[in-house]
C-alpha cells in the first residue's frame, strides 16, 4: 500500500531573543522528503531519490538555527524584497528617490540586511490527497530595509506526488513599492562533491551581461556557442575556466539568463540539470522572464554542515526572478507593485531519474 502524504512538525530552536523557530517535514507518497524552517522560509533538506531507489539531502545546509542566522550565504532561503542586485541601493519610484540598505559593497542584495531570508513567517502545513504544504506567510513593514509601502506577502510550498516541489508566490502592498521574489537552494545533485560535472541545460540564448560589480549593463548579449551557451546539456565545468570578461566579473557563472520564447506569465521550463553518476535530474519551472544561474563561486571552505565542508563549486544555484536592477533599467520588464494589484509568480522543482521518460 502506498503511503500517503504526511507533514510532521518540530521545534528547531530559539534566536538570541528567545523566539522560537520551528521546522515543518512534507513528504509524498514516494518518500521525497523536504524540510523547511520559519527563520527565511529555509529549505533546510531535500530527500530525493537516485536512479537506484537510494535517497540522499541534494541541497546544500547548515546544522542549526546559529548557523544559519551567523553565516548562511543565503542557503535555501525565501528572497525578498528584491532577488538580486539593485544598484547603489538607489530607485525612483512614482517620482520619490529611495535609498535601500548596500549589503554587497556599494550595492543592494537580496532585499538587504535583513531581508526575507532573516525573518521568521508563520507557517500553516496543510495535507491533500495528492500533497503536502505548507503556507507561509510575512508581513514587511513600510520602511522595512528602505523600502516603501507595507507588504504582506505568502508563499506556498507544497510537494506533490508527482515529486514536484511547487513554490506559489504572492504579495499586496499600500503604496508604490517593487517586488522580484525568489527561492535560493544550493543543489548538489551528487549530494557532496563539486557541481562541476553537473550537465546542465538553460533555456536561453541571452544574458544581461555586468559590470564589475555584477550590475547589468542595460544590454542583452547573444551567447551562442560561447562559455556562457547552456542551450544544450553541458558539464558546468567545460567552461567555466574560458578567458571571458563576464566569466572573470563573476569568478564563474554569476549571470541573468533571460528565457527564451518566453511568452509573459507562462509556466514553461527553464532549466535541467543532469547528475550523471546518481542519475539525478532536477528541472527547474517557472512564470519568471529569467534565472539567474550561480556556480558557487564564493563558496570558500570556511562553512561546514551535514558533515561536509562546502569547498569552491560545491553547489549550484537557478533562481527564477525579473532581471536584476530592473527598477533602474526602463526597458527590463517591470517589478513595480501597485496598491490594489496582486504580485504573483510559480516556480517549481521536479524530481526526476535518467531511470524516468523525460517530458
Excluded at 518540530?10 to 507518497?29: F, K, M, P, W
Excluded at 551528487?190 to 541545460?201: N, P, R, T, V
Amino acid at each position: 500500500m502506498q503511503n500517503l502524504p504526511s507533514t510532521r512538525q518540530s521545534h528547531y530552536g530559539y534566536l538570541a531573543d528567545g523566539t522560537e523557530i520551528n521546522r515543518v517535514t512534507l513528504q509524498n507518497s514516494n518518500g521525497v522528503e523536504v524540510e523547511i524552517i520559519s527563520y527565511g522560509g529555509i529549505i533546510t533538506r531535500l530527500l530525493t531519490a537516485d536512479k537506484n531507489g537510494k535517497f540522499n539531502d541534494i541541497v546544500l545546509g547548515l546544522d542549526n538555527i546559529d548557523s544559519y542566522v551567523k553565516s548562511n550565504p543565503y542557503f535555501g532561503a525565501l528572497i525578498g524584497r528584491y532577488g538580486n542586485r539593485i544598484a547603489k541601493g538607489k530607485f525612483t519610484l512614482a517620482g520619490k528617490n529611495y535609498q535601500l540598505d548596500t549589503n554587497d559593497g556599494e550595492n543592494h542584495l537580496h532585499g538587504g540586511v535583513q531581508g526575507f531570508d532573516k525573518k521568521v513567517w508563520d507557517m500553516a502545513p496543510f495535507v491533500t490527497e495528492h500533497s503536502a504544504g505548507v503556507v507561509m506567510t510575512l508581513v514587511s513593514p513600510d520602511g522595512d530595509q528602505g523600502y516603501p509601502g507595507t507588504l504582506t506577502s505568502e508563499v506556498v510550498y507544497e510537494l506533490t506526488n508527482e515529486d514536484e516541489l511547487d513554490m506559489r508566490f504572492s504579495a499586496t502592498t499600500d503604496k508604490a513599492t517593487i517586488v522580484n521574489m525568489t527561492q535560493h537552494s544550493y543543489f548538489n545533485l551528487a549530494g557532496k562533491g563539486s557541481i562541476l560535472d553537473h550537465q546542465l541545460m538553460i533555456n536561453s540564448k541571452q544574458i544581461t551581461p555586468v559590470d564589475k560589480g555584477l550590475i547589468p549593463t542595460g544590454e542583452f548579449s547573444d551567447i551562442t556557442n560561447g562559455p556562457f551557451d547552456f542551450s544544450q546539456l553541458k558539464a558546468i565545468g567545460k567552461d567555466i575556466n574560458a578567458n571571458d570578461q563576464q566569466m572573470k566579473f563573476g569568478l564563474g557563472y554569476d549571470h541573468n539568463y533571460v528565457l527564451f520564447d518566453k511568452e509573459a506569465g507562462a509556466m514553461s521550463l527553464a532549466a535541467r540539470v543532469v547528475e550523471p553518476t546518481s542519475g539525478r535530474i532536477l528541472e527547474v519551472h517557472t512564470e519568471e522572464p529569467a534565472v539567474q544561474f550561480y556556480s558557487g563561486n564564493f563558496l570558500d571552505g570556511t562553512l561546514t554542515g551535514k558533515g561536509q565542508t562546502y569547498q569552491h563549486r560545491s553547489g549550484l544555484c537557478l533562481e527564477p526572478q525579473h532581471h536584476p536592477d530592473s527598477p533602474n533599467h526602463s526597458h527590463f520588464p517591470t517589478t513595480t507593485l501597485l496598491p490594489g494589484d496582486t504580485y504573483k509568480t510559480r516556480i517549481s522543482y521536479r524530481f526526476l531519474t535518467t531511470q524516468q521518460k523525460l517530458a
